[in-house]
Each structure stands twice: as C-alpha cells, then as structure tokens.
C-alpha cells in the first residue's frame, strides 16, 4: 500500500537532511505507528505521503501509484484516497458538525444525495449521532477530533494518516479515540499514526516504526514504545 | 461543479473584505471609466475627421473689392484643374448663415456681427490633400481678386493634435489606473486566500481540485471587474447626459463637433466591462499561481 525506497528529503534551510535513506513498506490494512522524538522526520514523512512535497531523492509509491511522476492535476485524486487527522483537529469553526464533514465530500463534486446519507452514517460511526447540528467550539476535544476523523473517513479512504491525533487529549478520551482508529482500521483501511503518546503504543501491540534524526532505528512488529521506560 | 456552493463562498469572500471590496471596485470602476471617455474621444475624433478632413481642404478667400470676372475666371480655374475634386461657392449671406449657426448659443456675438464682415470664399476639396501648395502657387495672395488662400487642412491637424494628446492623457491615466486597480486585486485575492485558509488547506487535503479551490477566488475579482464595469458605464451615462448632451450643444448644433449618440456609449460600455471583468480574473488567477498555495 505504502512503499517507500531510499527516501531522502533534505530542506534548503537546514543541512540535515528530515529523512535520511528511508526504506519501507507498509501492506494493505496494516495499522503502524510512527514513532520519534520532535525533529526526527514523522511529520516530513506524513507530508510526503501527500505529495505536499517531493523527495529529494528515492521513490516512494502509494496504492502502486509512484508520487515522484505524478502530475500536479493528478494530486487531488491521491489525496482523496487518503484521509487526514491532525493534533489541532482543523475543524471549520463557523460551520456545524454536519456541514464540516459534508464539506469535504461537497468539494470533490459529491451528489447532494450521497451526501444527505452518507453523513449521518458517518457521525453515528464516530459517536456522533445527535450532535450533528453543534458548531465545533461547543463540542469537547475528543468530540472535535471525532468529527475530525468522520471527515477524513467519510470518503473511505484507503489510508488515514494521523499526525498526533491524541496529542491534545487526556488519556480516557484518547483511549475513546484510539478504539475508534482501531475500528476504522478492521473496516480494511490502512491506518499510519505519528504518535508520542506511549501508553498508547504500548498498550495497542502494534508495528512500530521510530524514526531518529531522519532514518529509520526500528521497526518492529506488535511493538512498544521504549526499552526501558 | 456545486454552482451553489462555490457562489456562497464568493459572497462570503466579499462580505468578509468589504472595505477592500469596495477599493477594488472603485479603482477599477474609475480606471475602466477613464479607458471608455479615451475611446469616446478616440471615436468622436475619428467622426470629426470624416467631417472636416472630407468636406474642406483648401480655402480661398476672396477680397472685398472681386469683381464678376475675376470670381468667373477662379471658378473656370478650378474646373479645369486636375487637382480638384469638388469646390464649393460661399458668398457673403451664406457665410453669414453659417456664422449664426454655429455660434447661436452666442447672441452677442452674432449681434456684434456685421453680416457684411464675413468673406465670401471657394471651399475646395482637393484630390490629394498634400496638393496644397500647388493651389496656393495658382492662386497668389492679393491678386485678381484672392485675398487669402488657406489650407484648413494645417489648422484641423493641430486641432487633432490636440485632441489625440488629450485622448492620450486619458488613456494614459486610465492605464496608470488600472495598474493600481490590478495591484489592489492581487491584494485582495491575497487577503481573502489567507483568511479562508483554513478551508482551502482543507479542500487541498480532501483532494478538492485545483479550479475548485481557485475558482471562488477568480471570480470574487471578475465581480468586482463587473461592478466596476457597471460603475463606469454609469460614468459614461452621465458623461454624455451631463457633459456632451448639455455643455456641448451648441457646437453640436452647428456641426463643430460630432454628436456622441447612444450607440458609441453601447459599444464602448461592454468592451470596458469586459475588459475589467477579465483582467481582474487573469490578475487573480496569477496571484494565486505564484502567491498562494492552494
């Protein structure tokens, strides 16, 4: 699903390069966490996914689509096979539950009816049900990244990245939230998280994948967090 | 393409920017208004040529003291000459017609006339304008009975001289106003693009396409060209009801200078409107490629 080979990616402004010869392979609805200390390249590494950038050098391929030839008109079409959760959730405020996950089927020319049933099976998925017509602010956090990730499910993407989407939550509801990724992942979607959150990692007994100063230190199937902590 | 949806998101954009909206608008409104009078004096110029330069080249004033002969012998003259194409006899009664026609809105004027003062003439239309001095050469000042041999042809092409320099100013300053108008465009593009960030980042990311993206954007500022379009029509409107139609009708009248009918002002309007409209879209468009990251 997510191939990776000889992946490095080097900034201008920095001499270091974020990822540093980066191999990998990721199968079809695996669930991997990503793991590292700030700095040590997850989120160019997320980013890359996404073709918001391009590599310095290697290939990386996803759903046996090479990014590096991919067209700038062809990057909509990968990103809509791909769905995205993000620490700070990016909910459009002024804009109910409802309307923020219909939002993102609305821009891809989704007909209104599919959009009328979709949704609602989507929210109730997440938990959501009845809270359809809240605007976001009066939500908690862990309500605000449900609807977060009903928004980057809805299309049913074949690969949800997660840039530390427990990042801004207590344990309990990360733990909520975590079942949830764990539910999309059962349905046959391939699920990357960047994480710091080692109870997390531990507890779930999954691959794990750290990355430091930009290569890859370990990748572990059914793995933990740290030796040692 | 949801029509619905990306036409919400241009009313929201101009809603949210609304002092720069109306900046945008006004520029482009003054800039576009500017560009149609220089087309309204371009055309008003070319109808005048079409009315001077075709009816009178040459002049030939005739002194007070001509006798029956002498006028006889010039008319005789300029049959039989090959460099004429048509001649016109004005005696001194017509002149005088002539005279009070064109300047009835200045009574006085006319009063302190004396119907006698104004030179009876030849008007002659040559069949090469340029043949001028040939006719000045056949007929020499003070002799059987020419006062005056004038080529008015000299004297239309400094009065158009004049008028091009003054279609040129406007232009040029309707030029210099679009570029501010263009500029103010990008801005505003520019604002509007940061502060709907926030959805465009999540369009960018759920795989909405490039022209769904942008689209909102560019036609935010071809609306803001079409008002401004509007604005400057109604310049153009009040231009020629206020101005041409009321300070200038008696010059008119006597056939100075060309009426300006609906017609020009009906043809000139869409091709501003139009203009504006796709200017300010290009200069969106182009803010966006090389600006902002949609």
């Known amino acids: ?229 | 393409m949801r029509v619905n949806f990306v036409l919400s998101e241009v009313a929201t954009g101009l809603r949210r920017n609304l002092t720069m909206t109306v900046a945008m608008i006004l520029t482009t409104g003054i800039s576009l208004a500017l560009m149609g009078t220089g087309l309204v004096i371009a055309n008003m110029i070319s109808d005048m040529r079409a009315i001077y330069y075709d009816k009178v080249q040459v002049s030939i004033y005739l002194s007070d003291d001509v006798t029956e002969e002498q006028r006889e012998a010039i008319a005789t003259q300029l049959d039989d000459s090959p460099d004429v194409a048509n001649y016109i006899y004005e005696s001194k009664a017509e002149a005088y017609q002539r005279f009070t026609e064109q300047f009835s809105q200045q009574p006085a004027l006319v009063e302190n006339t004396d119907p006698n003062a104004l030179p009876e003439s030849f008007r002659v239309e040559l069949v090469n304008p340029e043949r001028y001095p040939v006719i000045a050469q056949e007929f020499p000042n003070g002799e059987n009975g020419v006062d005056e041999v004038r080529d008015e042809g000299d004297f239309l092409d400094r009065l158009f001289s004049l008028l091009n320099g003054a279609r040129n100013a406007t232009i040029a300053v309707a030029v210099v106003q679009a570029l501010a108008a263009l500029l103010l465009i990008s801005n505003t593009i520019q604002l509007a693009a940061f502060n709907r960030r926030n959805e465009t980042n999540i369009m960018r990311l759920v795989g909405a396409s490039r022209w769904y993206t942008q689209l909102p954007f560019i036609l935010e500022a071809a609306l803001a060209g079409l008002l401004g379009g509007l604005l400057a029509t109604v310049g153009l409107v009040l231009t020629k009801v206020l101005f041409i139609d009321r300070t200038l009708a008696g010059p008119i009248k006597a056939g100075i200078i060309p009426p300006v009918d609906w017609g020009v002002i009906a043809t000139i309007s869409p091709v501003i409107t139009g203009a504006g409209m796709g200017l300010a879209a290009i200069a969106a468009y182009v803010t966006l490629r090389l600006y902002v990251r949609l």
């Open chain 1, 1 to 229: 699903m997510i191939e990776l080979q000889n992946v490095t990616k080097v900034y201008p402004t920095s001499p270091r390069p974020a990822l540093d010869d980066v191999s990998m392979e990721i199968d079809k609805g695996e669930f991997v966490f990503l793991i590292g200390s700030s700095g040590s390249g997850k989120s160019t590494f997320l980013r890359l996914l996404l073709k918001e950038d391009n590599p310095t050098s290697g290939t990386i391929k996803v759903n046996d689509k090479t990014l590096n030839t991919m067209s700038k008109w062809q990057v909509p079409k990968l990103r809509r096979t791909m769905g995205c959760v993000f620490q700070d959730f990016r909910l459009l405020r002024n804009r109910t539950v409802a309307e923020n996950v219909a939002f993102a089927l609305e821009v891809i020319n989704k007909p209104q009816r599919t959009i009328r049933r979709v949704v609602p099976e989507v929210l109730e998925m997440v938990g959501l049900e009845g809270k359809a017509e809240r605007l976001p602010n009066e939500l908690s956090g862990g309500e605000q990244q449900r609807v977060a990730i009903a928004r980057a499910f809805v299309n049913r993407p074949l690969v949800l990245l997660a840039d530390e989407p427990t990042g801004n939550l207590d344990p309990e509801t990360s733990q909520g939230i975590m079942l949830l990724l764990e539910r999309i992942n059962r349905t046959g979607t391939t699920v990357v998280m960047a994480t710091h959150d080692y109870h997390i990692v531990d507890s779930m007994r999954r691959r794990v994948i750290e990355l430091n100063d930009g290569q890859v230190s370990r990748d572990q199937s059914r793995g933990v967090y740290g030796v040692g902590r």
